[in-house]
């Protein structure tokens, strides 16, 4: 039976290559300081429903929310066989947290859904700049959809259910639970595949609408907006006729309410940042017995380093 997959993707800054500039002075990421990435168990969970999709048929759809440089990560998905993809970019999308942030996507699901219901949504666990793993869980809550964390294999889907093994930390738990569902995928799932040099030639002029306009501003810095604007749509549409036009859409197009997006629907509020350096000054073996253990927290509560 073939199955309706959704992707969720996110471009992220490459946080193992911190050089000196990737922190402002007030405390914030510099992001444009840091390589930009496909996070990395969002590979691991396209690579799953990529298997599914081989396996039992049906549609892989990729989507991310983000600035228009995030339409990097969606050519990475079609040239590892991604079936389409979709940039989710909007400017009142901007200082969203991970509340908005699952709010919109889960809009933006239910939008792939109108053409065909959709039967599942694969994400990476974490991202590694967020790093909170609450946009999945919350994403399947405004779906209210059944979830699955932690996701190592998918063992089967069949008959309207998903059979699945998670990593529970302490050991593996096999379970059950039917479609549609959200699951989470995590680096000990399926090996990413490398992308396919048939398919990067066939990819790499693919452009969202919001290239484009990147584009034109960079190659007509002196051209008024209606000019631009003109060229854009004849670039567009050459894009279309050629299917080499990555679809965008807005917080209108999925039917998005504003109050729930962007900073007025982002109820976490940053207090403080806070720039942690850990000097590490050497090291201590503790030995793995009852008395080494109970030596040591006791020195970390003298120190106050716990209690
Ligand atoms: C007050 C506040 C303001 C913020 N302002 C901004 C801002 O202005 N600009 C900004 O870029 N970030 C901003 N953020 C960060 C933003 O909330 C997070 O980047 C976002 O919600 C994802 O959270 P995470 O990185 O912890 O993802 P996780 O929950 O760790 O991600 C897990 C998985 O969810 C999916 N996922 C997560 N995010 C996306 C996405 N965008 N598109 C598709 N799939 C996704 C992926 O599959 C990913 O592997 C802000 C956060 C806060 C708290």
Redesign the pocket.
């Known amino acids: 039976m073939p199955y309706n997959l959704v ?4 471009q ?1 800054p490459d946080t193992k290559r911190i050089t000196g500039e990737a922190m402002r002075d007030d405390g914030t990421v510099n992001r444009s300081a840091l390589p930009a990435v496909f ?1 990395p ?2 590979l691991n ?1 396209l690579e799953a429903a990529l298997r599914l999709r081989e396996s039992c048929g049906g549609r892989v759809t990729v ?4 600035p228009p440089q995030a339409a990097e990560v969606l050519r990475a998905a079609l040239e590892r066989g991604a079936d389409e993809a979709v940039l ?1 970019t909007d400017r009142r999308a ?5 509340l ?3 709010y919109i ?1 889960s809009c933006a699901v239910r939008r792939v859904g109108q053409t065909e219901p959709v039967d599942m949504v694969l ?5 590694i ?8 869980p919350q ?1 399947a809550e405004k779906l209210g959809w059944p979830q699955v964390t932690y996701v190592e294999a998918i063992e089967a889907v069949d008959g309207g259910r998903l059979r699945a093994r998670r990593n529970t930390g302490e050991g593996v738990e096999r379970l059950e639970c039917p479609l549609p569902c959200l699951i ?1 995928v995590t680096d000990q799932g399926p090996e990413p595949r490398p992308a396919s040099a048939k398919r990067i030639m066939a990819t790499k002029k693919c452009r969202a609408p919001a290239e484009v306009e990147t584009d034109l501003r960079a190659e007509m810095p002196e051209a008024d907006a209606e000019a631009r604007a003109a060229q854009a749509r004849r670039r567009t549409d050459a894009l279309a006729a050629r299917g080499r036009l990555i679809p965008q859409w807005n917080l209108d197009d999925i039917g998005a309410d504003l109050a729930w997006c962007g900073r007025d629907g ?1 109820p ?3 207090k403080r940042i806070q720039s942690v350096v850990l000097a590490a000054t050497g090291f201590k073996r503790v030995e793995p017995t009852e008395e080494g253990v109970a030596g040591m927290v006791h020195e970390l509560i003298e120190d106050h380093t716990i209690g």
């Open positions: 992707v969720l993707v996110k992220v996070n168990e969002d969970a989507l991310t929310m983000g989710l901007a200082a969203s947290d991970t908005a942030t699952s996507l994400c990476g666990r974490q991202a700049d967020g790093d909170t793993a609450q946009v999945p994403t989470t982002s976490t509020k940053v």
